[in-house]
């Protein structure tokens, strides 16, 4: 190891990773604070607005998080007026999360919410910088996946 260089220095890939991510996170949580929403639930509601009434399980595996992280975020969801959860009527085992009134009622603003958001994140970069960023960014979470399960986020 090299002790004049700094952490950042030595690790400027993760570093960036890390220094993005934080500010995306951070930025979302802002906007979404104005809606009343956590970081994440915005985006378990996409998955239910393009396809309502899911079970936990196959919204664990789309999103990538395991039981109890969706479990919670369920449950917080559905608390807050969001989303119902009932019990299959195939199968008393699973739990079926379901869109309510409310829950459909923030599609346009969370949209428009991510589209401001993209518009700031990519501002100035070409169509091609923005392509071989998204490139990048997949083949680098594939590199990650490869090693872990489901993340608990």
Same mark, same amino acid.
């Given at each position: 190891?090299?002790?004049?260089?700094? +952490?950042?220095? =030595?690790?400027?890939?993760? @570093?960036?990773? @890390?220094?993005?991510?934080?500010?995306?996170? +951070?930025?979302?949580?802002?906007?979404?604070?104005?809606?009343?929403? @956590?970081?994440?639930?915005?985006?378990?509601?996409?998955? /239910?607005?393009?396809?309502?009434?899911?079970?936990?399980? +196959?919204?664990? &595996?789309? /999103?990538? /998080?395991?039981? $109890?992280?969706?479990?919670? $975020?369920?449950?917080?969801?559905?608390?807050?007026? %969001?989303?119902? &959860?009932?019990? $299959? #009527?195939?199968?008393?085992?699973?739990?079926?999360? $379901?869109? #309510?009134?409310?829950?459909?009622?923030?599609?346009? =603003?969370?949209?428009?919410?991510?589209? =401001? %958001?993209?518009?700031?994140?990519? +501002?100035?970069?070409?169509?091609?910088?923005?392509?071989?960023?998204?490139?990048?960014?997949?083949?680098?979470?594939?590199?990650?996946?490869?090693?872990?399960?489901? /993340?608990?986020?």
């Amino acid at each position: 190891m090299t002790d004049d260089l700094s +952490a950042g220095e =030595r690790y400027p890939v993760g @570093f960036a990773i @890390f220094g993005l991510a934080r500010t995306h996170r +951070a930025l979302a949580a802002s906007m979404l604070r104005e809606m009343g929403l @956590f970081p994440g639930q915005e985006i378990m509601l996409m998955q /239910l607005w393009d396809n309502d009434g899911q079970s936990q399980n +196959a919204l664990g &595996r789309t /999103l990538g /998080l395991d039981h $109890s992280t969706i479990a919670k $975020s369920v449950k917080r969801m559905a608390d807050a007026g %969001l989303v119902t &959860r009932a019990r $299959s #009527t195939t199968d008393g085992r699973v739990t079926v999360v $379901s869109l #309510t009134d409310a829950g459909r009622a923030l599609e346009r =603003r969370v949209d428009a919410m991510w589209a =401001r %958001l993209e518009e700031l994140t990519d +501002a100035g970069a070409t169509a091609e910088e923005r392509a071989q960023f998204v490139a990048l960014a997949r083949k680098l979470e594939l590199n990650l996946r490869a090693d872990i399960g489901p /993340l608990d986020c």
